[in-house]
Nanobody, 124 residues
Framework: QVQLVESGGGLVQAGGSLTLSCAAS????????MGWFRQAPGKEREFVAS?????????RYADSVKGRFTITRDNAKNTMYLQMNVPNVEDTAVYYC????????????????WGQGTQVTVSS
């Protein structure tokens, strides 16, 4: 059974940096496309970034984070990362990692597997 566990969330100052990790187990990690979503209080869950199944694979970003966040993966460690640079208060949310065999499902938020989420709070 696939399990995803996020870590690295916490409190960060605006303009700082933070790296989230998502450790996967129970499946063939390199077979899955992966992504990050986030949900702020009172708002709908939204797409943040995605990466195809290969280390160094193709990536996509929401316009709101493009140029500030970087998604990567290490297939040897079964782990995906989200490097958050120059975060702002609007980035405050619970961040979820997700994976699926089909990249499109990751992009539209209908992936089979989701983590429990990690809270990121950006202070001004």
């Amino acid at each position: 059974q696939v399990q995803l566990v996020e870590s690295g969330g916490g409190l960060v100052q605006a303009g700082g940096s933070l790296t989230l990790s998502c450790a996967a187990s129970g499946g063939t990690f390199s077979s899955y496309a992966m992504g990050w979503f986030r949900q702020a209080p009172g708002k709908e869950r939204e797409f943040v970034a995605s990466i195809s199944r290969y280390s160094g694979g193709s990536t996509r970003y929401a316009d709101s984070v493009k140029g500030r966040f970087t998604i990567t993966r290490d297939n040897a460690k079964n782990t995906m990362y989200l490097q958050m640079n120059v975060p702002n208060v609007e980035d405050t949310a619970v961040y979820y990692c997700t994976e699926d065999l089909i990249l499109h499902r990751v992009l539209v938020g209908t992936a089979d597997y989701w983590g429990q989420g990690t809270q990121v709070t950006v202070s001004s």
